[in-house]
């Protein structure tokens, strides 16, 4: 049974802040298809299609289960449209149709090629534009309701956590420790499932676990402790590999919440920690709380970046930071929200400062060929004053 969408106020103003802003970066209107961004304004991440124009009240083209996606959203036009012609047909018979020369917002960062053609030969007397910059801007401050729905992912991560300090024995595989990470936020209320805006963005169960030398092995993908997967269909996520005496043991895990993500990671050791495992987990709680110390509106995220490798630099520890060699990623954390990488990145290159009310993560590692990859990552609500850490959670080099 569909349940109707809270808080209708809220998408409602949603909307109105996207529009004015079509209205200022010249467009007529946008189509929004993307379905995390269709949560975002339509409360429902139903198969459709949401129209938006820059001035006027948005239209719900469905795709299928009209009655469901009627009862699930607040926008009071719903209309059929199983493809871009009723779409357009629909639009004619209501007065919306955009004129000849308008422009159209697309989400051409992720929107498939395919339907963007698609749509561009269905309205051919338009042009479509990227919308996906506006959107993403808007999404990065996080409203309320938004926060409060982060929190409580937090909260089911860290019911994952108590199943994997349960779970993690020498003997075991990585997968049945994910397999502990995932009952446990599930069971807590967790989605049981991780969105990327990326087409290639896909991770098993929704994170990793990576131990031993598992964890200096970088795979190729974005992330950095990437562990090798089970096979080479996904090489990346925790893998067959049995656990071992003095493992140092990375899970780094995202949990969603109706629709929002928390991003943590812990490090975990398997028997009490060796003094060299002991002083590298120290160095990166340092390092850690030194770039957290630094979040507040207006620095940036390449700011934050470059605290983080000019306090690796000065440990003396510089190759092992975010990676090894020429794998080592040049960030230090990322936004949050209805994505686990949400806009923006926190490295090189990231201008963009930091507003009140934005979600990031900071996630450095220290990976060492040898020895092992330590890793944490928390969740950080940029308030007026500063910061608040989101994820409550200890900051220990947890053993069993």
């Not at 009071?76 to 209501?94: H, I, K, Q, W």
């Not at 994952?160 to 397999?179: D, F, K, M, P």
């Not at 090489?235 to 990375?250: M, Q, Y």
């Not at 609500?381 to 900051?395: D, K, R, Y």
């Amino acid at each position: 049974m569909a349940v109707e969408t809270e808080e209708p106020d809220l998408h409602v103003r949603r909307i109105r802040i996207l529009q004015k802003q079509l209205a200022n970066g010249g467009f007529d209107a946008a189509l929004i298809m993307q379905p995390r961004d269709l949560f975002y304004y339509a409360g429902t991440a139903q198969p459709a299609n949401l129209w938006i124009p820059a001035a006027g009240e948005p239209i719900l083209f469905t795709r299928r289960a009209h009655s469901l996606a009627r009862k699930a959203t607040w926008i009071r036009r719903t209309v059929e449209a199983n493809s871009y012609g009723d779409l357009r047909r629909s639009l004619a018979e209501v007065g919306a149709l955009p004129k000849s020369g308008a422009v159209v917002g697309v989400e051409q960062d992720v929107v498939p090629a395919a339907l963007v053609n698609n749509l561009a030969r269905h309205f051919a007397d338009v042009t479509l534009k990227n919308v996906s910059p506006l959107i993403l801007r808007q999404r990065f401050v996080k409203d309320p309701t938004e926060i409060a729905r982060i929190r409580e992912a937090v909260e089911a991560w860290k019911a994952g956590h108590h199943q994997v300090l349960s779970r993690l024995v020498v003997g075991r595989a990585e997968y049945e420790i994910a397999a502990a990470m995932e009952y446990g936020a599930r069971n807590a209320g967790g989605d049981g499932v991780v969105w990327f805006r990326r087409w290639d963005g896909c991770l098993p169960g929704g994170g990793i676990v990576s131990s031993g030398p598992n964890a200096w092995v970088v795979s190729g993908h974005a992330m950095t402790v990437t562990g090798v997967g089970m096979n080479q269909g996904l090489p990346w996520g925790a893998s067959a590999r049995v656990i071992e005496p003095g493992d140092l043991v990375v899970v780094d895990y995202g949990v969603t919440r109706e629709g929002y993500h928390a991003d943590m990671a812990r490090t975990y050791c398997v028997g009490k920690p060796s003094a060299e495992q002991k002083a590298l987990w120290d160095r990166l709680i340092e390092l850690h709380f030194t770039v957290i110390d630094r979040i507040r509106p207006g620095v940036t995220g390449e700011e934050l970046y470059r605290i983080g490798a000019e306090t690796a630099d000065k440990m003396g520890l510089a190759e092992f930071f975010m990676g090894v060699g020429a794998d080592r990623g040049r960030y230090v954390g990322h936004s949050i929200g209805l994505e686990v990488d949400d806009w923006p990145v926190l490295g090189e290159g990231s201008q963009d400062p930091l507003v009140p009310g934005a979600v990031v993560t900071i996630e450095p590692k220290f990976m060492v060929p040898g020895l092992g990859a330590v890793m944490v990552e928390d969740d950080i609500l940029v308030t007026e004053q500063g910061h608040e850490i989101v994820s409550t959670l200890g900051h220990e080099l947890f053993y069993v």
